[in-house]
């Protein structure tokens, strides 16, 4: 069976050229190395992801907080053009942020705010290995100092910091495959 990583990050605020691009990468990256992308069926750097994933061949199922596509597109505001499929949750954004990272083998965070918090939150409970993308800004860059000050190794989560997409995607790959053992 393919692995499924999931992209959660900063969706919506103004993102640089340069995060664009480097989401962009790591959803390629993770079609390179024939994963499935999940996403929060958002917008901003985790739609970057996701689109560059699909363009590349791979399978993308956004996750979304809405109970149908009417309201994911009036009440949210979302895309739904750029998955393969969306499944629909209708438990909002904590409730979809549950179901996304529970159907995930391992995630990646590039940026990201409160709802990404969550996300980390659940995969690190769950012991889900997680991909930092550093220096890409607001959450991902505090993730380090949390998990050293804060979390202290409290559980065995897997996590893995990396500036550069692709190699992320690949040290993701071998913690997650580490961890399976």
């Known amino acids: 069976m393919k692995l499924k990583i999931g992209v959660m990050g900063g969706a919506a605020y103004?993102?640089?050229?340069?995060?664009?691009?480097?989401?962009?990468?790591?959803?390629?990256?993770?079609?390179?190395?024939?994963?499935?992308?999940?996403?929060?069926?958002?917008?901003?750097?985790?739609?970057?992801?996701?689109?560059?994933?699909?363009?590349?061949?791979?399978?993308?199922?956004?996750?979304?907080?809405?109970?149908?596509?009417?309201?994911?597109?009036?009440?949210?505001?979302?895309?739904?053009?750029?998955c393969d499929a969306v499944v629909f949750?209708?438990?909002?954004?904590?409730?979809?942020?549950?179901?996304?990272?529970?159907s995930c083998d391992a995630i990646v965070i590039i940026g990201g705010r409160v709802g990404t918090m969550s996300e980390f939150a659940v995969a690190y409970a769950e012991q889900k290995p997680i991909g930092v993308l550093l220096g890409s800004g607001r959450f991902a860059d505090k993730v380090a100092e949390l998990?050293?000050?804060?979390?202290?190794?409290?559980?065995?989560?897997?996590?893995?910091?990396e500036k550069e997409p692709k190699a992320l995607v690949e040290k993701l790959l071998r913690a997650l495959r580490g961890s399976r053992k």
């Open 89 to 102: 949750t209708g438990h909002g954004f904590q409730g979809r942020n549950v179901m996304l990272v529970r």
């Open 14 to 82: 103004e993102h640089s050229k340069e995060n664009l691009e480097r989401a962009a990468a790591v959803g390629k990256a993770i079609a390179e190395n024939n994963c499935i992308l999940f996403y929060g069926a958002t917008i901003g750097l985790p739609l970057a992801a996701a689109k560059a994933a699909r363009e590349a061949g791979a399978l993308v199922v956004g996750v979304s907080p809405a109970a149908n596509e009417k309201e994911h597109r009036e009440k949210y505001k979302y895309p739904t053009d750029s």
């Open 147 to 161: 998990d050293k000050e804060v979390l202290r190794g409290e559980m065995p989560t897997p996590i893995v910091y």
